[in-house]
């Protein structure tokens, strides 16, 4: 059977370092209250860089390191909630960019699932026969789409892309996965509405561009859901929880992990975190942070880890991936 | 009944002596639980009793939690 093997990992934050305490300077907050509640100390923000810049810098570091032609990418997916445009998709800004003039392109609408759902689709190609190398894609720039006189999400949310190449291989590689969604649950975290707004029609509608989350229902949702989520990938897999070398969660808020790891009973230390520096960047979290514990050394080949992203829409997705 | 299983779920979650914990003790104020130790607090008891508590803001005190129970239970 043709499997998709991680062939690189990378990733891309804006220079400019935003801290709770320049926060504090614009909402009516604190260090101590952001980060005992969240565990984010600073983020990233874009000083001018738009999701696609930030995914064709990553993009670029990919394929460079690999060393791979851009004529020899198939695919290229971006899971994202924040693209620069409705059209073209941040994928085909990718492609032009890079010169992968043989890719097609296409970008996932997941939130913090995203980047997991991206990965589910391009292994479905490769598995398939029909793509040999792909670019897969998590990047965001939320700061165009949170409310910063809100504090109690302006001191979430962040910018940042990261990503994988995955190529056809015959062992290892993306393992087992669980994906899920509850639409009837959506409301619970909205962003971006469109208003309908032509000569015929004008429509009345609060919801604007904004982040709306409901913390409580998104709180409860990821540590009663994500836990189950786990278990049954380890179990369909035949994998224990203690082959695992790490959990690597989507990054919304230390604690909703701590009680995740503590539901499991797993050690927190194998669930890495960097929400301290990097915030809640949704689609781009997962990779970001693979991106870091790459560049830190903590990946050996043969490593299993689990991915698990989880929010708007509701959705959620886990893998199982053998390095 | 009641009161003794929510008292052992703050007490876990917090941290704190069972015995602090009476029925007029309020969960946020006199405990210092924030607003995501109370969310889940609130999801435990909401698990151990098999209800749904709408609103876990309106949950100040432990008294107010054992009567929430109590008027969606038997018990």
Redesign the interface.
Known sequence: MIRAKIAGIEKALPPLVVTNDRLASIVETSDEWIS??TGIKQRHISSGQNTSDLCIETADKLIKKAGWDPLSVDLIIVGTLTPDYATPNVACMVQAALGCANAFCFDISAACSGFVYSLSAAEKFIRAGNVKRAIVLGGETLSKITDWNDRSTCVLFADGAGGVLLEASESGGIICEDLHADGSKGASLLAGYHKIDNPFFKEEEKRGKYIEMN??DI??FA??IVPGSIKKVLDDAGVGSDEIKYFVLHQA?T?IND?IAKKLKISPEKFFSNIHSTGNTSGGSIPILLAEMDEKGLFSKGDKLILAGFGGGLTWATMLIEL | MVFERIRDIIAANLSIDPNTITLKTRINEDLKADSLELFKIVNEIEDEFGIKIEYAETVETVEDAVQYVKDQTTE
Do not use: K
Request: net charge positive; no cysteine; hydrophobic share 20%.
């Open positions: 005992s509640r913390g409580r709180f409860s540590t009663r808020n604690r009680i």
